[in-house]
Nanobody, 125 residues
Framework: QVQLVESGGGLVQAGGSLRLSCAAS????????MGWFRQAPGKEREFVAR????????YYADSVKGRFTISRDNAKNTVYLQMNSLKPEDTAVYYC??????????????????WGQGTQVTVSS
């Protein structure tokens, strides 16, 4: 079992920044990969970013590339998502997810085994 707790969401103006955190109850080195997804009202959940257990491999959705950065601190069992140059279309509930056995589909939510409860990010224009 892995419990994930997100924090750091909130309301920000367009062009602003937020940093999301995801604390895991299990030692980070035992989790193969960590990802962030988001779901806007009326839309399907979509991939945002993923980081490997070592932190070396990182993947981003095209819509956030160059603006968002995923990182992890294994000593703290925590993954971060630094979001800069936020746009109104980034408004969504953001979810952290843990992948215990990576099979290659980093963008697919079915790849992930455990999910956090989500944190709301609202970007005003």
């Amino acid at each position: 079992q892995v419990q994930l707790v997100e924090s750091g969401g909130g309301l920000v103006q367009a062009g602003g920044s937020l940093r999301l955190s995801c604390a895991a109850s299990r030692r980070a080195y035992s989790i193969d990969g960590m990802g962030w997804f988001r779901q806007a009202p009326g839309k399907e959940r979509e991939f945002v970013a993923r980081i490997s257990s070592s932190g070396i491999n990182r993947y981003y959705a095209d819509s956030v590339k160059g603006r968002f950065t995923i990182s992890r601190d294994n000593a703290k069992n925590t993954v971060y998502l630094q979001m800069n140059s936020l746009k109104p279309e980034d408004t969504a509930v953001y979810y952290c997810a843990a992948d215990l056995n990576y099979s290659g589909s980093y963008y697919d939510d079915q790849e992930y085994d455990y999910w956090g409860q989500g944190t709301q990010v609202t970007v005003s224009s």
